[in-house]
């Protein structure tokens, strides 16, 4: 594992805290203690792989890679290249800052607790021992907040296909991140031992790239990920993105919009991170109603994200369709809906969902031929006493029944 660094996985205080909450029945002075697997930490750096230039093209200066982590685990250490174990691609969801720093404590399992509950699901004989990488796929959009990739190849807003304006996320993961993965640990090489799955934009992500390599993996999973564009209700997207920010004047709507980009409203944030995903202004088009304007840190030179809508809340439809036509899980998916036949396939979602999530999600699934549907698993769960099941919330347990999905569609030992 050159150039990989250990990372101590014992110390994560909140996994304690939480065997605690609500336990009536303290018999057991301490929780069990479990064989602990080991998080492994590197930078990766597409400029510097001598692979490609996924994200090293980008026009607005994001960063050309990011942090990954590895879980490995117990009894990993002592196997050889003649051990080949399974493989978990876990992609984060929009906004996790945590992947974005070099941790002193184990940042890999924040929010999901991805490391401590494989421990105990192995130790117990749940799960199959795996390892489970993940990838810090956060855009910048020009400047220090993080947003979101969406794990998708942005397009060019120029005339050059080779430029891109956020950056080949999806060429980044695949090419850069996966190769460097399973040239450093013992992975199985066969894609019956190969799952992607993700959280929220992750859960796109993870559909989009299994629908794009489906010879490389067979499984695939979300957790509330937005996989049905045309069940959101844009017209109160757009309603709320206008009555947390203001209304915008239309002269000066490119700035407002910058700046509301940069306010705390993560819906805005979002359906501006998808325009750079999926949508950039191309640099020959004059109109300039409905984008927001991007200048690259230490630049003078402006490029545009266009909107499904303009300055007075009109949808524009050009753009929202293609938005739905090029980047929807559910279109690509009705075009050729046998992509999917060889994977395994986990869907969750909260019946609170905060971006209606819950909906796009059930309707994916409603959608699956009814092959797919007898490998697939679907859960649409409800919160209990004070707390709701948005997007976030149950982490915890549905990584579990994730994790217990995958296990059990992989070969087993």
Sequence with gaps: MKNWHKLSALIFLLVTLFAYIGCSDRKNPADPVYPKGTVYFQAVDSSTLGRNTALSDNLITN???????????????????STEYPILYFLHGFMDTTLGYIPTTPDFPYPYGLAQTADRLIATGQIQPMIIAMMNCNSYLGGSIPAGSFYVNSPSPTSDPNQSLNGKFENFYVD?????????FYVHQDKSYRAIAGHSMGGYGAFRIAMDYPDIFSIVGSMSGPLSFGDWDLNSAIDHIFSVNGVFDSTAYRDSLNEAYQGPDEITRMFFAMGAAFSPHSTTNPDSTSYFKVTPQGTTTTYGVDLPFDSTQNIIASVWNRWIDSNDVQTI???????????????????????????????????LTSGQKAHSFFEEYSGGGYLSADNSTYLYYRIEKLLKFVSENFPQP
């Design 63 to 81: 960063p050309y890679g990011g942090n990954a982590f590895v879980y490995t685990p117990p009894g990993y250490d002592g196997a050889d290249a």
């Design 176 to 184: 850069d991140f996966m190769y460097r993965v399973e040239k450093s």
């Design 333 to 367: 998916y009705g075009r050729g809906t046998a992509v999917l036949d060889s994977m395994a396939i986990y869907i969750d979602c909260g019946d609170a969902d905060e971006f209606e999530f819950n909906q796009q999600s059930s309707d994916f699934y409603q959608g």
